[in-house]
């Protein structure tokens, strides 16, 4: 008996970390960042709404088919256009600026919102496609 009272906080951290491993959906959260896999399940599944954050320049290097381009600094005037009865899955290059948007959704009453976890960076790692690529179109200088 006298080993748990001068170690209580050694037992809570041992029984919260127990708990936390027999139920890792606990430990992720309910608006964290999903995997590409997980992603496309939740667009097909849920009809979610793909929101990439990054500027437009970088949207049309390539993005995820179906997203919409609203960059960070344009979100608070564009929420307009999202259905906040619809997930919002936000993206970005790595992960950083989506991450910021979800606390700026989740304060203007969005409710299930999560970021593709890596980014563009993990989409193309999981081999999975873009779409609206730019194609370098050079002129070519023809001599005649």
Not at 40 to 58: C, F, G, H, M, S
Not at 68 to 84: A, C, F, H
């Amino acid at each position: 008996m006298e080993f748990i009272t001068d170690n209580i906080l050694l037992i809570f951290c041992l029984i919260g970390s127990g708990i936390l491993l027999a139920f890792p959906q606990l430990a992720k959260g309910k608006n964290a960042g999903l995997s590409p896999a997980e992603t496309v399940i939740k667009v097909n599944d849920k009809n979610a709404q793909l929101v990439d954050v990054r500027t437009p320049k970088e949207f049309a290097t390539g993005n995820l088919a179906g997203s919409v381009n609203i960059p960070t600094e344009d979100l608070i005037s564009k929420l307009s256009s999202l259905d906040k009865n619809r997930p919002v899955i936000l993206v970005c290059q790595n992960g950083r600026r989506a991450a910021q948007a979800l606390k700026t959704l989740k304060g203007k009453g969005f409710s299930e919102i999560y970021t593709l976890e890596g980014g563009i960076v993990a989409w193309q790692a999981a081999k999975l496609p873009l779409s609206n690529l730019s194609i370098n179109n050079k002129k070519t200088k023809r001599k005649h």
